[in-house]
């Protein structure tokens, strides 16, 4: 069956360090997206990808960056990591330029120290 | 820019109670509107999803939907509670560029109790 994964489900790193939370999905959907879910303010969105080498900012996307080099994968990287990006951070993925549903991972814990 | 409010952090009902959770929202054109649940330590998955067809969705696990433009509204709705629906609830709306991105509104933890 198809899925969406990511690794790790939890992690520990210290301010300053550089992280990177992996998203793979094996939907072969062309959307993929990275949110943070905070309490008390949902879900927001960090970036979001329409396609391989597209990228796009979302809400919250300073501090993180990501790449599309192919269609499984889209890598959040934490340039410098902060503790206000301690957070649970979930990936998801919907197919085509239509609106449609998002398939969503099982999400990263992040807390940083 | 679209918006979703949730009223209610929190909603309480006993088991065999009829469950509402309200989602208003913001948009100047037809939206496309979602319910995601989410159970503890888990990912989201979609409960249902309304887009310009019927206003009155149906879901899974017994859920159910209403679209209502001239009040703006997509509450959610079931008959009768179970213990097992416990979880949290986010209403999202599409972007107004008919592409994928949505905005989720803040959530809704709904209770059961015995």
């Known amino acids: 069956d198809a899925e969406i994964t990511q690794s790790p489900r939890h992690k520990i790193t210290e301010t300053g360090r550089q992280v990177t939370l992996a998203c793979h999905q094996t939907?072969?959907?062309?959307?993929m997206f990275w949110y943070r879910q905070d309490l008390g303010h949902g879900l927001r969105l960090i970036h979001y990808s329409y396609g391989v080498q597209d990228t796009n900012k979302g809400e919250v996307s300073d501090g993180y960056s990501v790449s599309r080099s192919n269609t499984e994968d889209l890598p959040l990287t934490l340039e410098s990591a902060a503790s206000s990006q301690t957070s649970v951070y979930f990936c998801?993925?919907?197919?085509?330029?239509?609106?449609?549903?998002?398939?969503f991972g099982p999400g990263t814990r992040l807390t940083v120290t | 820019a679209q918006s979703v409010t949730q009223l209610g952090s929190h909603v309480s009902v006993s088991e065999g109670a009829l469950v509402l959770l309200r989602c208003n929202y913001s948009s100047s054109v037809p939206p496309y509107l979602f319910w995601y649940v989410q159970y503890p330590n888990q990912g989201l998955q979609l409960l249902l999803k309304?887009?310009?067809?019927?206003?009155l969705v149906k879901g899974i696990n017994g859920f159910e939907a209403e679209f209502k433009k001239s009040e703006t509204s997509f509450h959610l709705t079931k008959p009768s509670a179970h213990m097992s629906d416990a979880a949290e609830y986010f209403c999202?709306?599409?972007?107004?560029?008919?592409?994928?991105?949505?905005?989720f509104g803040k959530g809704t933890m709904l209770l059961v109790s015995p």
């Open positions: 998801a993925s919907s197919e085509g330029q239509e609106v449609s549903e998002q398939y």
């Open positions: 309304y887009t310009s067809a019927a206003t």
């Open positions: 999202a709306v599409s972007d107004q560029s008919g592409y994928s991105t949505l905005t």
């Open positions: 939907w072969n959907h062309n959307n």
